[in-house]
């Protein structure tokens, strides 16, 4: 069975590979969504890559999850320790939610150390660099074949 599964990215992950490459890494964000696609290839899944700086953006497709996604990978940059309006919409979304962060969070300043969305995300992946991304799409595709059917 093929999967579709929505990346969703926020606020400034649109020049990652063109600052703090010690933070981020060398990768572009295009780089990165190549990346994810073969690896969905892989997995015999299908992809749609978001990135926006606005919040709203981010909840719109949220919502579009909602009637053709199976999974939800998002990384939700800043939003992610600022923002109730993301975490309500992905409690509306009841398939598997992987929350990602190519930084560890947990070892940067406090503020970053709590995050919204996690306490609706299936699963945190952070630390891992943009590599985070592959891991979450083959997770996922696990994920998703768990999904009961009835
Ligand atoms: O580690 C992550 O993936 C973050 O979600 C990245 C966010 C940050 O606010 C979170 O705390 C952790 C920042 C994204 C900014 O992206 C940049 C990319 C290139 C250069 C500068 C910033």
């Known amino acids: 069975m093929s999967y579709l599964i929505y990346v969703i ?42 990135q926006s700086n606005a919040e709203h953006d981010l909840i719109d497709w949220i919502h579009a999850s909602r009637e053709e996604a199976n999974g939800v990978i998002i990384n939700p940059a800043a939003f992610s320790h600022t923002s109730v309006a993301i975490l309500d919409a992905l409690t509306l979304f ?19 150390h709590h995050s919204y969305v996690s306490q609706k995300a299936t699963a945190v992946i952070a630390g891992f660099g943009t590599e985070g991304y592959n891991i979450a799409i083959r997770k996922m595709t696990d994920l998703c074949g768990q999904l009961k059917t009835s």
Do not use: M
């Open 9 to 50: 990215n926020g606020p400034n992950l649109n020049l990652l590979g063109q600052r703090e490459p010690e933070l981020y890494g060398g990768k572009t964000l295009r780089d990165v969504e190549k990346s994810c696609i073969e690896t969905a290839k892989k997995y015999n899944a299908k992809l749609k890559f978001f």
């Open 94 to 112: 009841e398939g598997p939610i992987i929350e990602v962060h190519i930084s560890n969070i947990h070892t940067r300043e406090n503020f970053r």
